[in-house]
């Protein structure tokens, strides 16, 4: 690790002094992310501190490792009906896309799936990725002007494999195992002005990792089933299987209990989820001492997984026998997070501008809309997109979800 802390800092200070743009040579998702955002003291690439690029890093690191992936459960649920001595559907609907339904898949029933998604990350404190700066200008007219820009582009390609299995006619089992790619783009670029002396320079960094996610296993129990309301209890267990170091996992261990509820209205499925997921300190800060020096911020002293409130409610409903669509609001408060903010000090003799770390809880909140479509047989075709609802934490962009589902 020192090594290649010592060759990074090295190709910033070399990039430091060119005066023209260059490429930096192939580096690794987080060699390219620490790379283009941090700006060494005295140094003049990248846009943020050690210690903001480091609180942007842990959230970023947080944020692309735990981006909630589709339900583990099967679009087909299954009863035993004791008058029949059969097996029948549970419900009409084949269920939603990002939340899980209380019903269970039915003793010796097996549900495979795959999945694609497809998420880039937009901005932070409404300040747009690829334009971050930190900066100090002196007066008007001729005036002095010490200017650093990150521009950054990160990309998170995950296949996710998943396969559900009744143990029992009310106990699943459950295993998701996430794989694909992350790619960090972008350049660090400094401006100097004093006088009628003008410096810059520019280093382009290009960073990817292929690797293993963090596996997800999950046991839902069955605990009531009515006419009115259906409720169930889950507990996951996120195994530290992905590289931090890849973009690809946490480091750590975590667990989620959750409360699975729904009902059904004739064609309309109505569920939440509720739970609470454990494992981590989350960011610890030293002293806040930002107002101490210009671009002063709190040190991060350490970063693990944030213990986690989650929720999800929506609606899953059959639109025919062959269609079912649905749509989710999905909610994440992270405690012992942080919070990035845009200052800027404009219209001030000295105008400062730069990233404010603030630590704190971070309420993260996505939309999912999709359908699920019967392609023959026991076959589903899949298709979703995530969308922010608000503006907190690292602000990802649209992301599209396409996978299949087979039932056996």
Do not use: C
């Amino acid at each position: 690790m020192a090594t290649r802390s010592g060759v990074l800092m090295i190709g910033i200070l070399l990039a430091a002094t060119g005066a023209s743009a260059q490429s930096a040579s192939a580096l690794s998702a987080s060699q390219a992310l620490k790379a283009i955002l941090f700006r060494p003291e005295g140094g003049r690439t990248g846009a943020l501190s050690e210690n903001s690029s480091a609180a942007l890093y842990g959230l970023l690191l947080g944020e692309t490792t735990t981006f909630p992936t589709g339900t583990s459960a099967g679009g087909f649920t299954w009863t035993f009906d004791d008058t029949l001595r059969v097996p029948i559907r549970r419900s009409r609907s084949f269920g939603p896309m990002f939340a899980e339904r209380p019903f269970t898949t039915g003793k010796g029933k097996l549900n495979v799936g795959t999945a694609f998604q497809h998420t880039t990350f937009a901005s932070v404190g409404g300040r747009k990725l690829t334009d971050l700066e930190s900066s100090v200008t002196y007066g008007n007219g001729n005036a002095e002007i010490y200017r650093s820009n990150s521009s950054l582009e990160v990309q998170i390609d995950r296949t996710i494999v998943s396969a559900t299995y009744g143990l029992r006619e009310r106990v699943d089992f459950a295993a998701l195992v996430p794989f694909g790619s992350a790619r960090v783009s972008g350049f660090a670029a400094n401006y100097q002005r004093e006088g009628n002396v003008v410096t810059t320079g520019r280093t382009d960094y290009d960073g990817s990792s292929f690797g293993l996610g963090d596996i997800l296993l999950r046991t839902k129990v069955a605990l009531m089933a009515s006419d009115g309301f259906d409720a169930a209890a889950a507990v996951d267990i996120r195994l530290p299987t992905g590289d931090p170091d890849k973009l690809m996992g946490t480091g750590f261990t975590q667990a989620r209990v959750m409360f699975i509820g729904g009902t059904v209205i004739g064609s309309v499925n109505p569920h939440v989820n509720v739970g609470y997921t454990f494992g981590g300190e989350g960011m610890v800060f030293g002293a806040d001492n930002r107002w101490a020096g210009s671009f002063g911020d709190p040190e991060l002293l350490r970063r693990q997984p944030s213990e986690e409130f989650n929720y999800t409610a929506g609606v899953d409903i059959a639109a025919t026998s062959r269609v079912t669509i649905a749509g989710d609001v999905i909610g994440r408060v992270v405690r012992n997070s942080a919070t990035m903010d845009h200052h800027d000090d404009e219209g001030a003799p000295v105008r400062q501008i730069f990233l404010v770390v603030t630590p704190g809880t971070v309420h993260l909140l996505l939309g999912a809309a999709g359908a699920k479509v019967s392609v023959g047989g026991s076959w589903l075709l899949t298709g979703t997109v995530l969308f922010p609802l608000n503006d907190n934490g690292i602000k990802p962009g649209v992301s599209p979800v396409i996978g299949f589902e087979r039932a056996f």
